[in-house]
């Protein structure tokens, strides 16, 4: 840490100044955020399952989740467990005693 130096001046309180660096700045290894904005990306991770994938299959499946004819993907046991809720509600104003 750089020596600090005060001044006191009449009235305005203290002044603190600094030696011959500034606290503020960032390391001079540190890469600027600029240049990592601008870096390509060649590799990445499923959203599916967070398994690594290559960049030409990750744009592959980013087009192909965001096509609205494909359909989902859902187990057989979760899908008929979402119809019973379903079901579940609607008779639930009929039927109050269902839990």
């Known amino acids: 840490m750089p020596p600090i130096h ?3 001046t009449t009235g305005l309180g203290i002044v603190a100044v600094l030696g011959n660096s500034a606290l503020a700045l ?3 290894d540190d890469i600027p955020e600029e240049i990592l904005r601008t870096e390509i990306i ?3 991770r499923s959203p599916l399952n967070g398994e690594p994938i290559s960049a030409a299959d990750y744009a592959a499946l980013q087009e192909h ?3 609205p004819n494909t359909e989902p993907v859902v187990n057989p046991e979760i899908a ?3 119809q019973l809720l379903q079901l579940r509600r609607t008779l639930k104003p009929i039927l109050p005693f269902l839990r």
């Open 65 to 67: 989740l965001r096509d």
């Open 42 to 44: 060649t590799e990445a």
């Open 80 to 82: 008929q467990l979402i």
């Open 6 to 8: 005060l001044i006191v």
């Open 26 to 28: 960032p390391p001079h």
